[in-house]
């Protein structure tokens, strides 16, 4: 195995956290009162469905920030909140500001020692580069979305990261916390890590709380991922 | 001004004193006679042409790993040099293990504070995985030939890039020792950043050993470069 990819929404980054928290500030400096929470969590509910009209073909390509931006509309309008177009601008940007989970940045760190490490998201380049750079996210490499002009679970996307390397899909490992993602790697051949965020979608999530299927890897985090790599420990 | 993209070889990297050492080493471990100046010039010699064919349609998509390696073997049938499989395919990563020039790494450095710094390069993405590796440059992102699947100068290389950035041309600059790829860039509104490297092909060097260009910064190499734009000094 020489190259190890990652979902980065959830896996590497807390969205949720960090988006309640940007919602708390602008509330704070407008002085308006704003449901930080629901807003967070609805706006992620819009994710997989934006999706999946562009890859079902009901939308032509679209990047994941304009899909943010349909959405955060379609939201606002739904919660009768009266945001000007600026102000909409910097919410949508919200996204490009996240925050590592604690272990993100040391796991990566001790991982790229050894391997390539790289990103594997549906997020656009210049949003993921936005997040690298507010995270310190080491990559080696960024492969989004917008570079294959699908959306994963598409094939094109896990298979268009191996051909850029220029390595068989045995030879890269995806790294993630949603099992589906997993799936769907390992059906075109790449290894897999699991990963549990079990508070990535707050308190009371239900989903991704366990591995839930044969993934080559179960780790706590990203750090243990690598300490299990180097002891030659496997799932 | 909002991203710096650079050509690499040549601007980031010394590929001709790279190539020599290694082929120097090669001949001590093999006790074999190798003119390796005469086969890292003649090597690069082939590397527009074979780019041309691909950009003519005369050959279909092949990444520069591929051609370096085609262009390889007709150089040693050339030179009547006997190296079995293993042995070509060890010298065609040699452009896998080149050196930065010494400015390189502290300029990328100090230019990645402020701006998104970037490859903009023919070399494929594999292949600059392994340069970034080996000379520890410090990229943001990596933009290759493969991901377009199109050589410089073309343009939907330099467009493709500013596409990916999610940013206009203008807010773009290619910085390049090449006053031919800083031309294509310029034509297709890009900012251009000239700097001279005099020995890129040796002590006789005749081309590129000048701005020819009206471009939008000269400087004398990449540190001096991040220096200008700091201080707001242009060409």
Known sequence: MKAIVFDVFGTVVDWRSSLIAQ???????TGQAIPGETLAD??????APSMDRVRHGEQ???VLDDLHRQSLDR???AHGLDFDEAQRQRINRF?????PWPDSVAGLTALRRHYTVGSLTNGNLSLMLDVARHAELPWNVLFCADLFRHYKPDREVYLGA?????LPPGDVMLCAAHNSDLSAAQALGLKTAFIPRPHEYGPRQT???HAEGDWDYVAKDI???AIRLRSGDSA
Do not use: I
């Not at 919602?23 to 400096?29: I, K, M, P, V």
């Not at 191996?162 to 220029?166: S, W």
């Open 223 to 225: 750090l243990d991922l």
């Open 75 to 77: 939201l606002l309008e």
């Open 23 to 29: 919602f708390a500030e602008l509330a704070r400096e």
């Open 207 to 209: 989903r991704d709380l």
């Open 42 to 47: 609805e706006w992620r509910g819009h994710y």
């Open 95 to 99: 996204w490009h500001r996240l925050e």
């Open 60 to 62: 032509p390509w679209t």
């Open 162 to 166: 191996c051909d850029l390397l220029g």
